[in-house]
């Protein structure tokens, strides 16, 4: 009887993904509207907030309700492609996900609503995700958990960011080249400060050189205020969900049971709360400054970029056997923009030191010989006469 309970509720998990995010080859063009059509409740996901259609600004009024209705779906495609599910794109059910603080906002250690919606689908994942960790983190994370065996991957890197466009793009394009042929979903970012549309730029850039990768646009989806907080990148308890929500379109149902929350060993806030500064979830929004690129800054990405549910692959991606070297991906036609190494700093010639301001010679003072004035013998008197 329980397994027979489990299985209905994988079933409705799954039809109500499948519904809402358009998973039967929904395609939306360049400049339209995601789909926003409503469906019934998913079940298997417990409490969580409401989320919102695309564009809408307000809070569903059932503010704990159970998730209900479509959350905003706006991945990257290209056009006309015919869209699949990651689950029926893998033989497993293994899941690794990489991020920093907004990722780290639905792990286990805060909110869990990662697991909440993937684990009822039948995918086992891992949530490696820390705060305040740049795009290095992810090397960090596959050195140690590649091996282990996984079928796709999420990889939300990129709100950290050093002002590089050519350095991050180059280590992401190292970490997609070791994650092929998995399938990988990237995440833009929100555009809380002005540099986030190189990082955004990059990632499109890097999406569009390898087959296994789609791109959920994480920064159209978090033009909805009530996703953000305050500093317009940490997550409201509605932008967890939505999250959440956005990932699971793209991997549907697993095609082995069951699913499980997987343990891990990056978990460190010492870079402070995934949620954002103290009070972030109600502050006022800050303003986001114009972009303006600089003559070393590339410009920024068209907004006509065609968005729709997830890029399919065309083949069936096969598990990658244990022990076995990953294949290379096809030869792109532009390869991206290699790192380079700046100049070294060259030291300044050495300062000469202004000549020191000599004195005058001194001239050793010597006393005159004393003169002996010559013996004088005094006259002889004259003899009286």
Partial sequence: MERVQAARK???????????????GCTVAAGSSPDSSTVGTVGGVGKLPGVFTAGSNAVDPGGQATISGSPTTSTTSSPGAVTTSIGQQVVGNRLLMIGDSVTASISQRYGNEACKIL???????????????????????????LDDNWDAAVLFLGNNYGKDKADYQSRLHALLLRLYPRPTVLLTTSMFRPEQADVNAAILEEAAQFPHVRVIDWATITQDPALTGGDNLHLTEAGRAQLAFSIAAQFGQAVVQPGKCLSTQYRSDAAGSANGPPGNSTAKKTPVKPYKPTATTAPRASATTVTS???????????????????????????????????????????????????????????PPPTTPPATTPPTPAPSP
Avoid: C, M, Y
């Fill in 10 to 24: 994988h079933r409705l998990v799954f039809a109500g993904l499948l519904v809402f995010a358009g998973l039967a």
């Fill in 309 to 367: 549910v997830a890029k399919p692959s065309t083949a069936t991606t096969v598990k990658p056997s244990a022990g076995t070297t990953n294949p290379q991906p096809p030869t792109p036609s532009t390869l991206p923009p290699q790192q380079t190494t700046p100049p070294q700093q060259t030291s300044p010639p050495p300062t000469v030191a202004p000549p020191q301001q000599t004195s005058p010679p001194t001239v050793p003072k010597t006393n």
């Fill in 119 to 145: 684990v009822p689908l039948g995918w086992q994942v891992e949530v490696n995700a820390e705060t305040g960790r740049f795009i290095d983190f992810g090397k960090t994370v596959l050195d140690k958990r």
